[in-house]
C-alpha cells in the first residue's frame, strides 16, 4: 500500500540521505580548509567567529535603509517557519515519535496559524521579489525556484493535512516533506547549515587583521 510504503521506507530512506548528505556537504567544506595567512595576526580569532555569528542575525543600518522587503520578508519566512517546524503540535509529536524520543510544548492552535500565515506571507514576497527584481532575477538559478517551491509545498499540504482524521492529506504532506529531505543536501537549502562555518571564518579573518566583522 502507498500510505505504508510513505510512511515507512521512504521516509527512512529521506532521512538517511538528509542526514549524510548534509553531513558530507559539511566535511567537505572542512576539509578543503582555507589558505594559509602569513602575515602577523593582530587579535585571536575566536572572539571574531562568535561575534560574526550572532550580530549578522541583526541587519546592517545600509540595508535597513534599502532594503526593507527583503528583510522583512526574510525575518518573516524563517522565523515563521521555525516556528512551525518545531512548535506545530503535530511535529512535535512526530519528533517525539521518529526522532527526538521526547517531546515539548508546542504552539496553541491560533499561534499556529499566525505562524503559518506569517511564514507564507515572506516566503511569497521573496520568491516575488526575486521574480520580479531584474538583479535577482538574473542571478536566480532553477536551484533557488525549487527549492522555493518544495519549501511552500510542504507548508501547504501541511496546513491542509491539519484535520488529522484525513489520512490522504496527511501522506501528501509527507511524501513531499521526504522530497524535500532528498533534496536538501544537494540545493543552496543547505545555507541553513553552512551559514554556520560562512560567518564564523569571517569573523575570524577580520578579527585577525584587526577588523571587527
Same mark, same amino acid.
Given at each position: 500500500m502507498i500510505?505504508?510504503?510513505?510512511?515507512?521506507?521512504?521516509?527512512?530512506?529521506?532521512? /538517511?540521505?538528509? &542526514? @549524510?548528505?548534509?553531513l558530507w556537504r559539511v566535511f567537505e567544506i572542512l576539509r578543503a580548509g582555507v589558505a594559509r595567512d602569513l602575515a602577523p595576526p593582530r587579535a585571536g580569532g575566536s572572539a571574531g567567529a562568535v561575534r560574526a555569528l550572532f550580530s549578522r542575525f541583526l541587519p546592517r543600518r545600509s540595508l535597513v535603509k534599502t532594503g526593507k522587503l527583503q528583510?522583512?520578508?526574510?525575518?518573516?519566512?524563517h522565523l515563521g517557519l521555525f516556528a512551525l517546524l518545531f512548535f506545530a503540535a503535530p511535529h512535535v509529536d512526530f519528533l517525539e515519535e521518529r526522532v527526538t524520543g521526547f517531546g515539548w510544548t508546542?504552539?496553541?492552535?491560533?499561534?499556529?496559524?499566525?505562524?503559518?500565515?506569517?511564514?507564507? /506571507?515572506?516566503? &511569497? @514576497?521573496?520568491?516575488?521579489?526575486?521574480?520580479?527584481?531584474?538583479v535577482t532575477r538574473l542571478l536566480s538559478s532553477a536551484d533557488e525556484y525549487i527549492g522555493s517551491v518544495l519549501v511552500f509545498v510542504v507548508m501547504l499540504t501541511g496546513c491542509l493535512a491539519l484535520a488529522r482524521s484525513f489520512e490522504v492529506l496527511r501522506l501528501v504532506h509527507l511524501f513531499s516533506a521526504e522530497l524535500l529531505l532528498v533534496y536538501f543536501p544537494f540545493s543552496n537549502l543547505m545555507h541553513a547549515f553552512t551559514f554556520v562555518i560562512s560567518r564564523s571564518y569571517t569573523g575570524a579573518n577580520m578579527a585577525r587583521k584587526g577588523v571587527n566583522a
Open positions: 500510505g505504508d510504503l510513505i510512511d515507512g521506507p521512504l521516509w527512512y530512506f529521506s532521512a /538517511a540521505v538528509f &542526514l @549524510l548528505g548534509v528583510l522583512i520578508a526574510g525575518y518573516m519566512f508546542p504552539l496553541p492552535h491560533w499561534a499556529f496559524i499566525v505562524a503559518s500565515e506569517v511564514a507564507f /506571507a515572506g516566503l &511569497l @514576497l521573496l520568491l516575488l521579489y526575486r521574480l520580479m527584481h531584474p
